[in-house]
């Protein structure tokens, strides 16, 4: 059974940094990402990392977050500095699976709050 486990979030005041983790059990991952959703919102993609190495984020964070993913121990890492109140949010780990009994099946963590004061 895929477990997605986040770690990092918390109360940081703007301008500064946070990183959060998700370790993953278990299986080949095709893409690991993070999602956010603030109050009131849709959950959209924040961050993503392919197997390969090609990463893509949010016009939002451009420039001030870096996801990196360690897939020996299917870990994906977001770093975020120079937070802005708009971050705040709840932030989602993604995985999709690789492996053939579950080739492109969404995974998800539980979420992990980011809060961001001004």
């Known amino acids: 059974q895929v477990q997605l486990v986040e770690s990092g979030g918390g109360l940081v005041q703007a301008g500064g940094s946070l990183r959060l983790s998700c370790a993953a059990s278990?299986?080949?991952?095709?893409?690991m990402g993070w999602y956010r959703q603030a109050p009131g919102k849709r959950r959209e993609l924040v961050a993503v990392?392919?197997?390969?190495?090609?990463?893509n984020y949010a016009d939002s964070v451009k420039g001030r977050f870096t996801i990196s993913r360690d897939n020996a121990k299917n870990t994906v890492y977001l770093q975020m500095n120079s937070l802005k109140p708009e971050d705040t949010a709840v932030y989602y780990c993604?995985?999709?699976?690789?492996?053939?009994?579950?080739?492109?099946?969404?995974?998800w963590g539980k979420g992990t709050l980011v809060t961001v004061s001004s």
């Open positions: 993604n995985a999709v699976g690789a492996s053939r009994g579950d080739y492109g099946v969404d995974y």
């Open positions: 990392s392919t197997s390969d190495g090609y990463t």
């Open positions: 278990g299986n080949i991952f095709r893409t």
